[in-house]
């Protein structure tokens, strides 16, 4: 398979996975706190990293380290929460939707702070992504009153999250392999996620006899695996072999899989706000076309 071929494989590939994350998050929920559900996703996708790619670790060098650090909170530490607590205030499809801002961030800050060269017909893309955006928030409280659409703008710094760690793994650790680089993010973040997870009571808390705890910890134990550690690995991958531009575009896949399973579950979407969410996509796909 030519690298051109596996930045594609990769791109779909992720998009199924991360697609399907947030009605995991949103089912975890049923039994946990948002606050834990983001401890438990960083502490069960730490251990089992560790315990498959301990010997990775020795490949990061001292250099490595402050970015390694900055990384791990931008991609990992805050999103998880930030997430977290939006899913548990609007619904998982509009979430994911958001997440689609992760382009254009990723091309604003890589002007701002990494030095990248831009066209501006670039500027044209970001300017229709946000109209739809504001459509899709608009409409969304209009249509979802129980709904506090507040939550939206933790999607936002998330995904400004996503958009400055992506850049500094091309920029700052493109020299170290993705799996060293995850399983380095990761054991720096065990140890704060578990005193997240001990202020919260959840160790004398949590029951294994009541089915809500059981099965959102199942639910969670799914996402940290394969949503957070072994996706993590792949995205690393693909960011090595495209631009950050191309790598953080799995953002606008994402939405397809994720509204599938929100209507699945019952979520409501109106035509509206498809409508909104396809001109968030045009005005991705125009930033890209464009470069």
Sequence with gaps: MTNHQKKWFYLILLSLVWGSSFILIKKALLGLTPIQVGALRMLIAGFFLLSISFKSLKKIKKKHYKHIVTTSLLGTFFPVFLFAYAVNGIDSSIASILNSLTPFNTFIFGILIF????????FIG???????TVILILKGADLNPNQNYWFSLLVVLASI???LNVNIVKRYLNDLSALSIVTGNF???IIPALMVLISTGFFTDFSFT????????GYITVLAIFGTGIAKVFYNKMVHLATPIFASSVTYLIPIVAVFWGILDGEELSVTQLFAGLIILLGVYLLNKSK
């Design 161 to 163: 999250g996503y958009a």
């Design 210 to 217: 009541d089915s809500n705890n059981l099965s959102s910890l």
């Design 187 to 189: 054991l720096l973040l």
């Design 115 to 122: 030095g990248a060269s831009f066209k501006k017909r670039q």
């Design 126 to 132: 970001i300017a229709i992504g946000l109209i739809g």
